[in-house]
């Protein structure tokens, strides 16, 4: 069984940065493609940015693209995602997912995942 565990979330002034972090367990974890995805209140969940299994392919939403970076350390198990010039806008339920890579394009579909995280609340003050 594979647990994700967001955390990282938090209040933060519109104009800010911070900073996500997800870990997974296993030793499969270098297998994985991870995604994060977010909730805004009352909207439906969403794609935000994606990484393969190596680290070296990257996408993300249109909406982020500009400002945030998703990266991966599999030495400590872990994706971050930094987001900068936080929008009120971005306020949302940040989760994490993992799949396992299909050596494929990178999905950007809910269901493409199999393991999520119980999400990491984001606040952004205007």
């Known amino acids: 069984q594979v647990q994700v565990i967001e955390s990282g979330g938090g209040l933060v002034q519109a104009g800010g940065s911070l900073r996500l972090s997800c870990t997974a367990s296993?030793?499969?974890?270098?297998?994985?493609?991870m995604g994060w995805f977010r909730q805004g209140p009352g909207k439906d969940r969403r794609f935000v940015a994606a990484?393969?299994?190596?680290?070296?392919?990257?996408y993300y939403a249109d909406f982020v693209r500009e400002r945030s970076t998703i990266s991966r350390e599999s030495a400590k198990n872990t994706v971050y995602l930094e987001i900068n010039n936080l929008k009120p806008e971005d306020t949302a339920v940040y989760f994490c997912?993992?799949?396992?890579?299909?050596?494929?394009?990178?999905?950007?579909?809910?269901?493409?995942?199999?393991?999520w995280g119980q999400g990491t609340q984001v606040t952004v003050s205007s």
């Open positions: 990484i393969d299994w190596s680290g070296g392919d990257t």
């Open positions: 296993g030793r499969t974890f270098s297998r994985f493609d």
């Open positions: 997912a993992a799949r396992l890579s299909s050596l494929a394009a990178l999905k950007i579909e809910e269901y493409e995942y199999d393991h």
